[in-house]
């Protein structure tokens, strides 16, 4: 079996982190061109060197990282230090990265892959706003219909919103530019709150990556400790959801997921719901079914693959 292409964009956030690590300890299954950054939990700065981070800890100074969009298309930044601490990644102690940003700016370096691989080869994987996803598909439109697929962490619908009451954060931060990522036509696999908030962390999950007495395990731990502070006093919940992951674990094992191709579109006009992905889950409208909207997964089978991976670094 070929890895499977991708692009990961991102804005570590303790979760991406987790995400990455998975990805990189994958060959066989995902081969990462490149890791774009864009302004969300976190300024851009904080972003992309967190990101460059969490690539050194995966023992990966060579991948290439890429600084993207720092606010959304037309509208300032909101952030989420709340959840993810002044540096985006607290809870342990971390060094500077001392790998590389590449000059390229990222929405340069999306076009220009998506320009130069096979067409239908290369997957993105959007776990931040889209602000940079669809900056190139705005820039470039030539390059969506070579898109292999999008597999997205964002949105919301039976679970309802976590930054507002209708909105999911990686939408509500750059509703615009979700709007068209989801127009664009592209093949979409959605991962929503509604199954995220099932991929709960537990105390016993936890102590399993500390258990594997790695830096890894250990870091892992840690952010986890940190970020679930937050879910668990807000949901009164026994632990925090690892949001970010379940799209690379969809790609290394997508029968650990179930869903519904459904029309999904996102509210851009109503300052109430602004940001609120409209899922239209049980087929009342004849709009256009653009998404796979995932509902639910194997949470067993998830941690399962996710401390066998990272077991690997
Ligand atoms: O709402 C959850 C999403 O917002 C996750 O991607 C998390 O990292 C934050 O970006
Ligand atoms: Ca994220």
Request: proline content about 8%.
């Amino acid at each position: 079996m070929t890895p499977r292409k991708i692009i990961i964009d991102t804005d570590p956030g303790q979760d991406d982190a987790v995400a990455i690590l998975l990805a990189l300890a994958s060959p066989a299954e995902i081969a990462v061109l490149g890791i774009t950054a864009v302004a969300g939990n976190v300024p851009l700065p904080l972003t992309e060197k967190n990101t460059r981070i969490v690539c050194e800890l995966a023992g990966r100074p060579d991948v290439k990282v890429f600084a993207g969009c720092d606010a959304p298309l037309s509208r300032p930044l909101v952030t989420a230090e709340h959840v993810h601490g002044k540096t985006g990644l607290d809870g342990p102690q971390m060094a500077d990265p001392t790998m590389p940003l590449q000059d390229q700016h990222a929405v340069d370096f999306i076009i220009q892959t998506l320009r130069e691989e096979p067409a239908g080869t290369v997957t993105l994987v959007p776990v931040g706003p889209l602000t940079n996803i669809a900056t190139a598909f705005q820039r470039a439109p030539d390059i969506i219909p070579r898109v292999q697929e999008i597999v997205l962490m964002g949105g919301a619908y039976f679970e309802v919103g976590n930054i507002t009451p209708a909105a999911e954060f990686n939408i509500y931060v750059d509703p615009e530019a979700a709007k068209i990522v989801f127009d664009a036509g592209v093949p979409l696999v959605v991962m929503p709150l509604d199954v995220t908030h099932k991929a709960l962390t537990t105390k016993t999950r936890i102590d399993a990556f500390r258990a594997m007495g790695t830096k890894v395990g250990d870091m892992v731990a840690a952010w986890t400790d940190f970020f679930e502070r937050f879910d668990m006093e807000k949901y009164g919940s026994e632990g925090a959801p690892l949001h970010d992951p379940c799209t690379i674990a969809y790609l290394i094992q997508p029968q650990l997921f179930s869903g519904r191709q459904i029309n999904v579109e996102i509210e851009t006009s109503s300052e109430l719901t602004l940001g609120m992905t409209v899922a239209d889950w049980w087929g009342i409208t004849d709009r256009p079914k653009n998404a796979l909207f995932i509902g639910d997964l194997d949470a067993e089978g998830f941690y399962a693959l996710l401390a066998e991976r990272l077991a690997r670094l």
